[in-house]
């Protein structure tokens, strides 16, 4: 089951920047948070992951707040292109068949000329 | 770098035939995942292996799925007989390996049960 909550929608402005919440207040302290993303009839493609340090690449940020309950993913300048279902996951690392992504239902994210 | 391939794309057929998927990871990648995705809803893992061996198939239907990767490379998902629930499209997806960030997904197989 996924262990995460997102808000089903989001819009933004094409130009701006998205934030897009997770709820994680189970999550344990040796999970990490993970990003996909989902654009239509395509597989998902992962974005960005971190423990509890902030994390940044060239697609997005990711902040984690002190006490890992909940994050936000951040595109700082979001695109046409950035219209897709966006995922967060928790999971731990390791073998354990309890490792898997749970992908939950995501956030879709509208971004509007 | 090629990336992860799936045939077919799409497929129909009627309840109680049989189909099934093929998969080719990226070359190099030990872990292969197969994922069921219902309209409206995130993929949901079927089942896991790393090389040739099964991980995890806990979610699969083992009552009429059924999958294998020989020589630990290509794969192949069947579900025989097909109800109007399997509707969906099947992801596979590789990593180096089980605890690697980042899995790459395929296309996918769209399915369609009549």
């Known amino acids: 089951d996924a262990k995460t909550t997102q808000p089903p929608s989001m819009d933004c402005a094409e130009g701006r920047a998205a934030n897009l919440p997770c709820n994680h207040s189970t999550i344990s302290g040796n999970e990490y948070v993970y990003w996909y993303r989902q654009i239509h009839s395509q597989g998902p493609q992962y974005i960005i992951h971190?423990?509890?340090n902030n994390e940044t690449n060239e697609m997005a940020s990711l902040i984690i707040t002190e006490d890992r309950k909940s994050s936000t993913l951040i595109l700082p300048h979001a695109t046409l292109r950035d219209t897709a279902v966006y995922y967060c996951i928790v999971r731990g690392r390791g073998t354990n068949t309890g490792n898997q992504f749970y992908f939950g239902t995501g956030t879709s994210l509208t971004v509007i000329p | 770098e090629a990336g992860v391939a799936q045939s077919p794309r799409y497929k129909i057929i009627e309840k109680r035939q049989s189909v099934a998927f093929w998969c080719n990871p990226i070359s190099g990648h030990a872990t292969l995942y197969w994922y069921q995705q219902i309209l409206g809803q995130g993929p949901k893992l079927l089942i896991q292996?790393?090389?040739?061996?099964?991980?995890?198939d806990s979610q699969l239907p083992k009552d009429r799925f059924s999958a294998e990767r020989l020589k630990g490379v290509d794969s192949t998902l069947k579900i025989q007989p097909a109800k109007l629930e399997d509707s969906a499209v099947y992801l596979c997806a590789s990593s180096f390996g089980v605890s690697y960030n980042e899995q790459f997904f395929g296309p996918g197989t769209r399915l369609t049960v009549l």
């Open positions: 971190g423990l509890k």
């Open positions: 292996f790393q090389n040739n061996g099964v991980v995890d």
